[in-house]
């Protein structure tokens, strides 16, 4: 860094008209290599594949993850070609989940799929539910729930939260709720079961920001299980059965269970779902033995 033109040190200050400047390295570029790895295959066709994606699979190669991703697997499934309308950095993805969240992720191969896949997922009408267990259990008639801004209730019990959320601004790898700026964000939650502690819900995405439904959730004070980031300290009470389960759930309990788009080149409506992994579904099971 150069402060009018001299080099700064670290005890450097800089004034009101001074002229600062930074050299920033260029991002180095990751190759994208096939790699034969083993997916779960729901749909394919000639323009798009649906994947049920493992936890701890990334989606696309970056500088912290080079392979063993999505993109990687896909490439060697399709013998090295995947739709180039997202430039080579982003080959066939129209949308993404986090690493540590499991569960239903569709693919272009032709570029008529993900100009068409990727204009539903822009205006929010490809349909996406996910599964999830949470601390606690979201309730209409909770006091705190009915005076927390952002939460409202719809018929049949429905939790909405509507938020914006930008960067952290501290950590810049964390999404925060924010009321001015950021992007507008809408999250619908049911109870699929409740688990006494915990519950199993539906999540239902309006919108698909990042971290979307880990940070809701957090907002809403019912926190995933597992996740590391935005579920806090919380725990199951000491001693409770199920409570070790949960304590020792090593990643966000949030699996994507349905995708429904149309198809961008025959124009029939898809609809595909994918049951819990095995990991969330012993968890499941520790839990309702505690509700028992």
Same mark, same amino acid.
């Given at each position: 860094?150069r402060?009018?033109? &001299?080099?700064?040190?670290?005890?450097? !200050?800089?004034?009101?008209?001074?002229?600062?400047?930074?050299?920033?390295?260029?991002?180095?570029?990751?190759?994208?290599?096939?790699?034969?790895?083993s997916?779960?295959?729901?749909?394919?066709?000639?323009?798009?594949?649906?994947?049920?994606?493992?936890?701890?699979m990334?989606v696309?190669? /970056?500088?912290?993850?080079?392979g063993g #991703?999505?993109?990687?697997?896909?490439?060697?499934?399709?013998?090295g =070609?995947?739709?180039?309308?997202?430039?080579?950095? +982003?080959?066939?993805?129209v949308?993404?989940?986090?690493?540590?969240?499991?569960?239903l992720?569709?693919?272009?191969k032709?570029?008529?799929?993900?100009?068409?896949?990727?204009a @539903?997922?822009?205006?929010h009408?490809?349909? =996406?539910r996910?599964?999830?267990?949470?601390?606690?259990?979201?309730?209409?008639?909770?006091?705190?729930?009915?005076?927390?801004?952002?939460?409202?209730?719809?018929?049949?019990?429905?939790?909405k939260i509507?938020? !914006?959320?930008? +960067?952290?601004? #501290?950590?810049r @790898?964390? @999404?925060?709720? #924010?009321?001015?700026?950021?992007?507008?964000?809408?999250?619908?939650?049911?109870?699929e079961?409740?688990?006494?502690? /915990?519950?199993l819900? $539906?999540?239902?995405l309006? #919108?698909? !920001?990042?971290? @979307?439904?880990?940070v809701?959730?957090?907002?809403?004070?019912h926190?995933?299980?597992?996740?590391p980031?935005?579920?806090?300290?919380?725990?199951?009470?000491?001693?409770?059965?199920?409570?070790?389960?949960? &304590?020792?759930?090593?990643?966000?309990?949030?699996?994507?269970?349905e995708?429904?788009?149309?198809?961008?080149? $025959?124009?029939?409506?898809?609809?595909?779902? /994918?049951?819990?992994?095995?990991?969330m579904?012993?968890?499941? /099971?520790?839990?309702?033995?505690?509700? =028992?």
């Open positions: 860094m402060v009018n033109g &001299a080099l700064a040190g670290a005890k450097d !200050r800089a004034s009101e008209g001074d002229v600062v400047e930074v050299d920033l390295p260029q991002a180095a570029e990751v190759e994208t290599r096939a790699e034969d790895i997916l779960v295959v729901v749909h394919e066709d000639d323009d798009l594949i649906v994947i049920d994606k493992p936890a701890g990334v696309h190669p /970056a500088p912290g993850s080079p #991703t999505l993109v990687n697997a896909l490439l060697h499934h399709f013998g =070609r995947l739709s180039g309308v997202g430039g080579e950095k +982003r080959p066939g993805i949308h993404r989940i986090d690493k540590d969240t499991s569960g992720l569709v693919v272009a032709s570029d008529a799929a993900h100009h068409g896949l990727a @539903q997922f822009e205006a009408t490809a349909r =996406r996910y599964l999830a267990l949470c601390h606690g259990v979201p309730d209409p008639a909770d006091p705190r729930l009915r005076g927390l801004r952002g939460i409202s209730w719809e018929p049949g019990a429905v939790l509507t938020t !914006r959320l930008a +960067r952290h601004r #501290t950590d @790898q964390r @999404q925060a709720v #924010t009321w001015e700026g950021g992007r507008h964000a809408v999250t619908r939650v049911w109870v079961e409740d688990l006494g502690a /915990a519950a819900i $539906s999540c239902r309006e #919108t698909g !920001r990042t971290h @979307q439904i880990r809701h959730l957090a907002h809403a004070g926190g995933l299980i597992g996740d980031v935005y579920g806090g300290r919380r725990a199951m009470p000491r001693g409770q059965p199920g409570a070790e389960a949960a &304590a020792a759930f090593p990643r966000q309990a949030l699996h994507a269970a995708l429904g788009f149309v198809h961008p080149v $025959s124009g029939v409506e898809m609809s595909f779902e /994918a049951p819990l992994p095995d990991d579904a012993a968890l499941l /099971a520790a839990l309702q033995g505690a509700a =028992r």
